[in-house]
DNA sequence: TTTCAAAATAGTTATATTGCAATATAGAAC
DNA sequence: GTTCTATATTGCAATATAACTATTTTGAAA
């Protein structure tokens, strides 16, 4: 008896791969890790504090992240606080650690 | 009581974001699924259908799975024979099944 | 309105990746 | 050896990504 052959079809590999590819990055990696691990929306110099990048570095992973659909941010006044909305992605964080 | 940190280091994540990158390609992510489903070593040919691609192309692809370290090659005889030896990044397959 | 802090963008250079066509190698069979 | 099949490699040209510096925008506060 042979086990059933249902392969992720092309469209989707096409359309999930570069969300991970663009998320596999040590520094965007960092960035997910440090907001998972703190469970709330970030401002950029928080997050440009767990990076120890500079400011433009960060921004513009942050960029990267967000259009791929992984963050989203919100303005509050002079800060910009940033967010996981993909969840799925995080388990990439777990890949990572029992790696 | 706030949560205990420990994020994953930089090192680590510099070391394991290539393998990821690498594995996030539509056509190797391909390869990998078909890998995953057969349970078993698959020949170049074999592979070449379930990815309906040049052999060119799923060559290029399986020698860069083969350099992260995610496959493993055997031939015998005139054929060359693939299988998955890291299996963490099927997790990665598991990752897009959910999305 | 000037100033300051926070965040984003632009411009540049270097490097990596992709897809493809052509060619090369390895082993089996004759 | 020659031929055939299976697989790998090479060489491009096009495109994408990375890192870095300098500059700009945004909103708050003086």
């Not at 663009?22 to 440009?48: G, K, S, W, Y």
Request: hydrophobic content about 40%; glycine content about 2%.
């Amino acid at each position: 008896m042979k086990t059933e052959h249902t392969l992720i079809d092309m469209e989707t590999l096409e359309r999930i791969a570069p969300v991970i590819r663009h998320t596999a990055h040590p520094i965007r990696l960092r960035i997910l890790d440090f907001l998972a691990n703190e469970q709330m929306p970030c401002n950029v110099t928080h997050i440009v504090e767990a990076c120890q990048q500079s400011q433009a570095i960060v921004s513009q992973q942050l960029r990267i992240l967000k259009d791929q659909g992984v963050l989203e941010a919100k303005r509050h006044g002079n800060q910009v606080y940033y967010q996981v909305v993909n969840h799925n992605v995080l388990l990439l964080l777990d890949c990572i650690r029992r790696h």
